[in-house]
């Protein structure tokens, strides 16, 4: 069997300087968790046993943004999000589908696409029955989702970042520009950014830590890593650890409803 991890360590000269985080700082980034609660919840628990392990350090968790959508349970996912944040330090980005779900709520045309692209299950996850569901026009929706969807994970969503530079890291959900400065970015960009930054070849300011765009497995092309691993239809939810000069993987797998987790050190 192939390591899926194989690519990871490909480019990575050894007498070459390696990217690093600031020393005395620990981060584990997580991909695109997309409503898989499930994954997320065993993750968690993951790195926080992995923290106290691995010794002592100034520990952030970074989520790369689509919390939400297309999995069955996206209330329950920032629910221990926001558990999560009150018993350590975890800073969340934006994706696209956070500013499409917030969107929703004043903009019927937005709510439109949105249920189109995984919204659904969103709205699901906060408890509406699906027969009611069914047969709600697109404004008793939007008024419905007014009415169930709690303000504190309304608010949650709003306070969410576009951007984390970490020592020669920057974290972020779909990429940057590659023709713009790294603090000169446009939002539409670290959200929804697909081909121009995929297709860049050429040396960055920062190696770009993104999900976004799903890959079978986690992609290192030295300039960028990709870490979105499909969790809502692979099964697999994929964590970056970084310190010093090393990086090291933790993934949750869904193998037929058993889970467990791998690690590549």
């Given at each position: ?66 919390l939400v959508d297309r999995g069955p349970d996206s209330a329950g ?127 960055l300011s920062h190696v770009v830590v993104h999900g976004h765009t ?52």
């Amino acid at each position: 069997m192939l390591n899926p991890f194989a690519s990871i360590f490909r480019n990575r000269s050894k007498s070459a300087p390696q990217p690093s985080v600031p020393p005395g700082e620990r981060y584990y980034v997580i991909g695109d968790i997309h409503g898989r609660r499930d994954l997320f919840g065993k993750l968690i628990e993951a790195i926080d046993e992995d923290d106290r392990k691995a010794g002592v350090a100034a520990s952030t968790v970074v989520l790369l943004g689509d919390l939400v959508d297309r999995g069955p349970d996206s209330a329950g996912v920032i629910a221990d999000t926001i558990d999560w944040q009150d018993r350590r330090t975890v800073r969340c980005l934006a994706g696209n589908h956070e500013e499409m779900f917030l969107d929703s709520f004043t903009d019927t045309e937005v709510l439109r696409h949105f249920v189109k692209h995984g919204g659904r299950e969103t709205i699901l996850s906060y408890g509406i029955d699906r027969k009611r569901y069914n047969g709600l026009s697109l404004d008793e929706l939007q008024e419905t989702m007014n009415e169930i969807v709690p303000k504190e994970h309304r608010d949650f969503l709003e306070g969410f970042e576009e951007l984390i530079i970490a020592g020669d890291y920057a974290f972020v959900h779909a990429g940057i520009d590659p023709k713009r400065a790294i603090d000169e970015q446009k939002r539409k960009d670290l959200l929804w950014i697909r081909d121009r930054f995929l297709s860049h070849e050429g040396a960055l300011s920062h190696v770009v830590v993104h999900g976004h765009t799903i890959f079978d497995e986690v992609v290192d092309h030295g300039n960028r890593i990709g870490i979105d691993t499909g969790a809502y239809r692979s099964g697999k939810l994929t964590a970056l650890v970084l310190e010093g000069d090393l990086r090291r993987y933790i993934q949750t797998v869904d193998n037929g409803g058993h889970l467990s987790i791998e690690k590549v050190d």
